[in-house]
């Protein structure tokens, strides 16, 4: 809907602003000595005339965006708009004085064709200017709720993605490993205690961060399979192929972490003979590719479309790098394979 | 009753949480521990041929969980559930376990929850003959079902409920009716209804569940009954108020 019908203050600020000029189209006119009356009546019919005429000019404003259409379009259009839709007011205007005077049954002079057209075209390119700032500031406050709403959403994945960190299911499973471990095997249960303490504080430490390098993940990453490892003992193993070019990616915190979960949970612990995760990180011209594959049981592998583990990482990914991040799921002949590409942004490290 | 009067079988993927427990009982000389599963399908044919008076059962496993193997069970033995998570512990307690053990336990939470097993066993032993026929009966769904498990002599199968067309009650039994096959399992329409998600599954008759997405149409019969035509021209009678449901839903 044109903007000036669809709210109430548009269309004050649109009769008052042609009212305005009304006034200054008949004192523009009395100052070429007409006759007061006359002055006013001139004044009255171009303000409604152009009311009317320039209406619709929003319409070619609003498709040629400054921004996306080349100057050498842009101009001569604009040129063209300002001729045509002056054209048409000068005549509707000396079509209706012309009117206005057969029925006051007077002669008098009408202005110059010529002068009303250059009049024309003066108001056409400044009601164009007013309906670009109108335009321009409509838009910087679209993009500007847009931008609130991801700096929402951002957070919001943040606060999800730390919750989910504390993972009641892994965080008392290796509190049972390590209740198993006390009698049967006390140095591997106070290793497990040693992982499971490290993994925290990393997680502790990595939470406060927005963005961490892909290395730092990685390690964290590591550090759960590790106890995962003694969880399910023979059932898991890990296999690491990791470009070490990629090593200082920045990526958002905890962005890997819910796929390892995943592969555990969905993965290994669904096979009676459990099987290996693969993670691959390598890097693709600008791009880094982190590849994650585990095995799945194929008979009761349930469709339950995406967890909610993997909407949240490919929503942080598309916050995060924008269109530059994508992830790719497949899964076919026992292995369920996630992808995620994204660009290579070097994070400046702190050694303090 | 002589020294060794409790059988006993342990069900958990996890060989360190199964070790934990076998070292809990190894003071309770009464209890044998007869075998260990490691998961959901060995558990209920071991379960049902070697016929245990006591299971701990843990809930999330390969193949089939603990609820799942306590469905196809021929015969009700007392159930302690150990996991690691309370999520399910209100349902573990509709499927009348005997206990509901949080990982890690003490030894003294577990000697309770092993005089508990005695009580219920030993007591009048009701609990033990009393056949559930119906476990899902009392199981309110904490959550709604994704499969459907079915025992056909020692096969175990699994029925994705997208694959359903309609579910027919048959006396102690439903009929799981898909394109290819139905199935029987013991369990009432009712109380499988109350596990199905109301959004996809709706009764359109006493005898009668239809898969929503499966409906073509609707035709009048006379004035007081209807037909619902599912794909492949299934035709299935629906009664006034099953009319009133698919009319509420549409």
Known sequence: MHPILASRTNLIAYTLGWMVAGVIFALLAIATEESLVNSLAFGVLTAICAAIVFFPLYYPCLALKPDKTHTAILLPSLVALAGLFGSIWATAIFFALDLVQRIRNESDQLPSFLNLILMGFIVSVITEAIYYIYISRVRSAESEKLEQKLRVMARDAELRALRAQLNPHFLFNSLNSISALTTANPSQAREMCILLSDFLRKSLRLGEQLTVTLSEELDLMKNYFAIEQIRFSPRLSVEWEIDLETSCAEIPTLLLQPLGENAVKHGISQLIEGGVVRVRV???????????????????EAPKGLGLGIRQVNQRLATFFGADGRMEINSSSGIYRVKLFFPMMKKEVNDE | MNEKSIKAIVVDDEELARRVIKE??????????VAECTNGFD?????????????????QMPKLDGFEVMELLDYQPAVIFVTAYDQHALRAFEVHAVDYLLKPFSSDRFDEAISRVK??????????????TDISNIAKSDMTLERIVVKDGTKVTFIPLADLDYIQAQGDYVLLKTPEKGYLKQQTLTSLEQRLDPNR??????????????LMRLEQKDTESWVAVLKRDIRLPVSKSGYARLKEKM
Do not use: Y
């Open chain 2, 119 to 132: 009580t219920r066993l030993g007591g009048n032993a009701s609990a033990k003959i009393i056949q559930v």
């Open chain 2, 201 to 214: 599954f709706l009764r359109i008759h006493r005898s009668f569940i239809i898969q929503l997405d499966k």
């Open chain 2, 43 to 59: 558990a209920v044919k071991v379960i049902n041929e070697l016929k245990p008076d006591l299971l701990f059962l843990d809930i």
């Open chain 2, 24 to 33: 809990h009982l190894a003071v309770h000389q009464e209890i044998d521990l």
């Open chain 1, 282 to 300: 390598e890097t693709l011209g600008e791009n880094v590719l982190v590849q994650i594959d585990n095995p799945i049981d194929p008979e009761t």
